[in-house]
């Protein structure tokens, strides 16, 4: 393939809510252009982009693909891109790198969750989207029904770019608004079509379609306007310039309708991408940040090379992909390039561009294009490769925080050093999976955006590090503090031949606000106790403050005096004191109304209005506090406060709650005290625990 200018490059991400057809609008892009020969199967696992093992196991995307073709002289970077919330890293990294976003949306489920997912990313990326309704072909397709969806949930500058005539298993004609004209489709799957013009009713109606759209461009050009009463009408030509800088800055949204499983709509929608979509030229100065932290920005004309890696992945037999956007310059295979973000040389490997798994060999690609390189050394998703004199660092993705978690167990010992690499490589290449030691409960959790997600990443484990984990759920780290004072004298004394022990420590607690953690302090006077055993004493209350009195939880918030004492010269000593001071404190602290703290989250879900019920229902039967309710364009939001423990899987739950239409997102708010009845369970468990390991 030639190299092509950028401002015939058309890059653009495949989003959507799941089961809307993307994948099989990529395939069907292909194949009008000629790349493949039919349309694959999701069911066969014959499409172009699922091609991963884990996609063709579960017959959904879960890697964003990256395709390529040619039409009407403009190269075309697809980039088709998960449905599901579990993989939404992928396309968020898609849409960072796009130009625009072309929004697929089911002819028979209309505007669904995951479609205002993408939309509000699209936007706050600033780039321009197209509407593409998908499978007319489809029983109880709900065309117009769907449309004022589009347009109660985004706005009325949602415009039909055509018109279904036959919607359902006969699909084979639409009107189009542009060419005031009824196409009739081939219907073998050729994507051929030939024309004929309108009359009577069904003129009047794409008139009228065709007038707006002329209002909506007349906003970018004022004389289109008085052209169009005296022409009877605009030609697509004579639109042109005028209709891209419309699209470009979102007066109005154009809305496609086609069938991608048998290839209608499909040509007249690229014709329109190649036309009027955006290219890197309508986004020629990006925004980024020099290296002393200041804004900056990076000109498409500059020739100083700079790039976006927007994804990697692991190849068995090849290594690492790394997928980027070139954003000026130009790339070669073997040029030089430096790591801004981790203040490193670079080298490229050979350099292609995708066919979803396959390669295609490259020598140069120049400033908009995207590709692929293998082996750069330590270069992950979300880097910018750029000049060693002008180190400019382009902005990183902002993913969305995990909402859903699991403690692993090793199925077989000894594969720790295994397990480490595995997540550490998984965690690069999708950041939106994380995973962690925690200290509190010695587990190591794993968390990422659904039970899903959490299974595909256990699959990549055994599949790709030979390491089998079970996911179990994770311990709460519940606290243990007191609500009184207390006050202890323990005297420890040893005596079993030779040097013996001794140590009497005198102790006071009493309760500190809440996040105040443990506050040691003595106030001895005189000399019954040597100050060089105060460390000791500190250790041993610190000691039992990590280990945990009532419940084997940490100890927080309160202070701990050290106000007096006894020593021996001869037996005390500093193992002596450690003790006394480790048993001095928890009799002070059983003495002082001990009780069990729980970490609280702020959870705001997203849900139809038909839903709110049920999950403020269910809410409220996990303990949780509503704090408010608000309205976002069709949907309902619900913040609440809810215990962690109530949280297992919550994300599983809300998604039967809702038939997969409700989303949720987490973070820690903070620790308050746990009901009597609840508290009671903990310490009995821990007990049982205690018994059972003796």
């Not at 390529?68 to 599901?84: C, Q, S």
């Not at 979803?356 to 750069?376: F, Q, S």
């Not at 976002?632 to 239409?661: C, D, H, N, W």
Request: glycine share 8%.
């Amino acid at each position: 393939m030639k190299q092509y200018e950028a401002a015939d490059i058309r890059n653009f991400a495949i989003v959507g809510h799941q089961a809307s057809g993307k994948t099989i609008l990529s395939d069907a892009m292909l194949v009008c252009s000629g790349k493949i020969g039919k349309v694959g199967s999701i069911q066969a696992g014959t499409t172009v982009s699922d091609y991963h093992p884990s996609e063709k196991e579960r017959q959904i995307s879960v890697h964003a693909s990256l395709m390529h073709t040619e039409w009407m002289g403009r190269k075309f970077n697809i980039i088709d891109t998960p449905g599901y919330q579990d993989f939404i890293s992928e396309g968020l990294g898609a849409l960072r790198v796009g130009d625009f976003a072309l929004v697929v949306v089911s002819a028979t489920s209309g505007v669904e969750l995951g479609t205002t997912q993408v939309w509000d990313y699209a936007t706050r990326y600033g780039i321009p989207k197209m509407v593409v309704i998908n499978g007319c072909d489809k029983e109880h397709t709900r065309f117009n029904e769907i449309v004022d969806q589009l347009k109660d949930a985004f706005g009325n500058n949602l415009v039909p770019m055509n018109i279904p005539v036959n919607p359902g298993p006969a699909f084979n004609e639409i009107l189009d608004v542009m060419r005031i004209a009824r196409v009739r489709y081939a219907t073998d799957g050729s994507g051929r079509f030939s024309e004929v013009p309108l009359e009577g009713a069904d003129r009047d109606m794409v008139k009228a379609l065709h007038q707006q759209v002329i209002e909506y461009v007349a906003e970018t050009d004022d004389t289109l306007m008085e052209r169009f009463f005296e022409q009877d009408g605009l030609s697509e030509e004579e639109l042109r310039a005028s209709l891209h800088a419309a699209i470009q800055k979102q007066i109005f949204v154009p809305i496609f309708t086609v069938s991608a499983q048998n290839n209608i709509g499909i040509a007249r929608l690229m014709d329109i991408i190649a036309k009027y979509g955006s290219s890197p030229v309508d986004r020629k100065d990006v925004d980024a940040i020099a290296q002393d932290g200041s804004p900056a920005l990076v000109k498409l004309e500059d020739p100083v090379p700079r790039c976006y890696v927007w994804k990697t992945i692991s190849e068995a037999h090849v290594g690492d992909l790394s997928f980027f956007r070139i954003y000026s310059g130009n790339i070669r295979a073997g040029q030089e390039v430096w790591n801004a973000d981790r203040d490193m040389a670079e080298k490229f490997g050979p350099i292609a561009i995708m066919q979803g798994h396959d390669r295609v060999p490259v020598d140069v690609l120049g400033a908009g294009d995207i590709g692929v390189t293998v082996k750069l050394r330590n270069t992950h998703t979300g880097d910018t490769l750029s000049s060693p004199q002008k180190r400019l660092r382009l902005p990183k993705v902002v993913y969305p925080t995990p909402n859903i978690h699991g403690a692993l167990k090793l199925a077989n010992r000894g594969e720790e050093d295994k397990l480490a690499l595995g997540l550490a490589t998984l965690h690069e290449e999708d950041p939106t999976f994380l995973y962690r030691n925690d200290a509190e409960t010695s587990e190591t959790v794993i968390s990422g955006q659904g039970e899903l997600h959490l299974e595909v990443i256990r699959g990549r484990l055994k599949r790709r590090f030979g390491v089998d984990i079970e996911l179990v759920e994770p311990k709460v780290p519940y606290r243990e503090t007191i609500k009184g004072r207390g006050d202890s004298k323990y005297r420890h004394k040893k005596q079993s031949g030779g040097s013996g022990q001794f140590a009497e420590v005198w102790l006071r607690v009493e309760p500190l606000p809440r996040d105040s953690g443990v506050e040691f302090t003595q106030s001895l006077v005189g000399q019954n106790v040597d100050r060089v055993f105060v460390p000791s004493v500190e250790k041993g209350v610190m000691s039992a403050c990590t280990e945990g009195i009532v419940a084997g939880c940490h100890v927080t918030d309160l202070k701990v005096e050290f106000y007096d004492g006894k020593m021996h010269p001869v037996d005390s000593k500093d193992v002596a004191f450690q003790i006394a001071g480790k048993a001095a404190f928890k009799e002070a602290f059983l003495a002082a109304k001990p009780c069990l703290l729980e970490p609280i989250y702020e959870i705001t879900i997203k849900v139809p209005e038909d839903y709110v019920g049920d999950v403020m229902g269910d809410i409220s039967s996990r303990r949780g506090r509503i704090s408010g309710v608000d309205n976002e364009g069709g949907f309902q939001i619900i913040m609440a406060t809810v215990p962690q423990k109530e949280l297992y899987r919550y994300s599983t739950v809300l998604r039967s709650l809702t038939g997969g239409r409700g989303l949720h997102s987490e973070k820690f708010s903070h620790y308050e005290e746990m009901p009597r009845d609840q508290e009671a369970k903990i310490i009995e468990a821990w007990k049982k625990s205690r018994q059972h390991d003796e």
